[in-house]
């Protein structure tokens, strides 16, 4: 029988996840750390890492967000290279469509995967939904968001941002971050990222 949409999805979804596992699975044994070591320099249990390594469990959004904090590399490149190389162009159909699995959070890479110093992201924050990052997450990037749709409570450190359609903030130093939807409708806002020289 001929696959549906829904079973194509599921075994995209496999396959990422199984492509995600093995880049951080990479990233360790590259640096020659065993999994005590990771979870002690990511705050991620021993067992959760050995679980999303074995890809028994998907790694959340804050739990991604701590192990490229760890490798000391931006999530969005963590996740990019989990992904094969790409050329210049990105079609929609094509970009990368990262989710969630505990809050819905989908995180979409439209940049093509060809090194360029800038990344663009797509981000839909669903409704009532929370993100922390620590500030390890932001350690290796410059960082912009600029807000599409909906209203963006984001708290950077200590000071608070009410962000609407059309604002646009740029990070400061490092600090832990919270993405926050206090709304009932789905906020979809863009993340620019550049490295840190």
Request: aromatic share 6%; with cysteine; glycine share 8%.
């Amino acid at each position: 029988m001929p696959k549906t949409a829904h079973s194509n999805e599921v075994h995209d979804e496999n396959c990422q996840a199984r492509a995600i596992a093995e880049r951080i699975r990479l990233e360790r044994e590259t640096r020659g750390w065993s999994l005590a070591e990771l979870a002690a320099r990511s705050a991620v249990s021993k067992a959760m890492i050995s679980k999303v390594e074995r890809c028994e469990a998907s790694p959340t959004a804050t739990v991604l967000g701590r192990l490229s904090g760890a490798f000391g590399l931006p999530l969005s490149v963590l996740l990019a290279l989990a992904e094969r190389e790409g050329e210049r162009l990105a079609r929609r159909m094509e970009q990368p469509v990262w989710t969630d699995p505990e809050t819905g959070y989908t995180r979409r890479t439209l940049s093509p995967h060809n090194g360029g110093q800038l990344e663009l992201l797509e981000v839909v924050l669903p409704p009532g939904v929370r993100i922390p990052y620590p500030a390890s997450a932001f350690s290796f990037q410059h960082q912009q968001i600029y807000v599409l749709d909906g209203r963006l409570d984001f708290i950077e450190g200590s000071r608070s941002h009410a962000l609407s359609a059309g604002d646009c903030l740029q990070l400061g130093a490092p600090c832990d971050c919270v993405f926050i939807n206090a709304s009932d409708e789905a906020i979809r806002y863009l993340v620019a990222l550049t490295r840190r020289g």
